[in-house]
């Protein structure tokens, strides 16, 4: 990406934290999704434990937005399940699945077992190269990543720049209270296996139930140091391109 173009997105976040960094959630949001500085933009959920607080927001102001759904062969049925079931609650039109590219998974990953040999390149190839390349029609993204996830987002600004596009973040500020009240409010339907003690839902190989009390997201990736899939790195680049 040339420098300058770089810059451009960069300022331009700079600007858009300056003026909503503590506005309420609707407010960023409704500025994601008309604002012209931002351009065309798409959400991307996980349909997890907690994104239908996220999803409900965006059918409030605008159900037609594209939302990409990263189906990467290895999520649970319940996933894919309550996936249509909060789509046609909620009227979202533009639910668009996202499959990783067959060529690749012939290639790296033709016994399904890559997640336990080099989960890092399994996230490439099933998470954020689809992801990137879906998102190329598109000027940001919409995320509900949260600051008290995990220490990697505790800085995390509401309107950021990666791999070139803005990274918006309504919920930055949300606490897991503020989640659970917005979704007992208005009557939202749980992902079915938040009941059965998956408090943050991933892929099925790489992801177990929580204790009460441990962190909601220890179940991820439990036992290794990776805590994130790869699509949130920052510095830039999205998946590692020299190895898929
Ligand atoms: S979460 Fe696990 S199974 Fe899913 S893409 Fe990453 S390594 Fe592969």
Redesign the pocket.
């Known amino acids: 990406m040339p420098l300058d173009t770089h810059a451009l997105v960069a300022a331009r976040a700079a600007s858009l934290n300056a003026a909503l960094a503590d506005a309420p959630s609707e407010t960023i949001l409704d500025t994601a999704l008309r604002n012209a500085a931002v351009g065309d933009v798409a959400m991307v959920s996980s349909f997890g434990a907690e994104s239908v607080v996220l999803l409900h927001l965006l059918s409030q102001l605008a159900p037609d937005t594209p939302v990409l759904f990263l189906e990467?062969g290895?999520?649970f049925p319940e996933t894919l399940a309550y996936q249509r079931e909060v789509a046609e609650k909620l009227g979202l039109t533009r639910v668009k699945v996202i499959c990783p590219d067959p060529t690749d998974l012939f290639l790296h990953?033709p016994e399904g077992d890559?997640?336990g040999r080099?989960?890092?390149t399994?996230?490439?190839?099933?998470?954020a190269k689809p992801l990137e390349l879906a998102l190329q029609p598109f000027d940001g993204w919409i995320t509900g990543r949260k600051r008290h996830q995990t220490g990697d987002r505790v800085a995390m600004q509401v309107f950021e720049v990666e791999a070139g596009k803005l990274r918006i973040n309504p919920l930055a500020g949300w606490t897991p209270r503020d989640m659970a009240d917005h979704m007992a409010r208005h009557d939202l339907p749980r992902h079915p296996l938040v009941a059965q003690g998956f408090a943050s839902l991933?892929?099925?190989?790489?992801?177990t139930r929580v204790a009460p009390g441990e962190d909601p997201r220890a179940g991820?990736?439990r036992g290794r140091e990776?805590t994130e899939?790869?699509i949130h790195f920052a510095g830039g680049r999205v998946w590692p391109a020299g190895k898929v």
């Open positions: 990467t290895m999520l990953d890559l997640h080099d989960p890092d399994c996230c490439a190839i099933r998470k991933g892929c099925a190989p790489c992801t991820r990736w990776k899939c790869g």
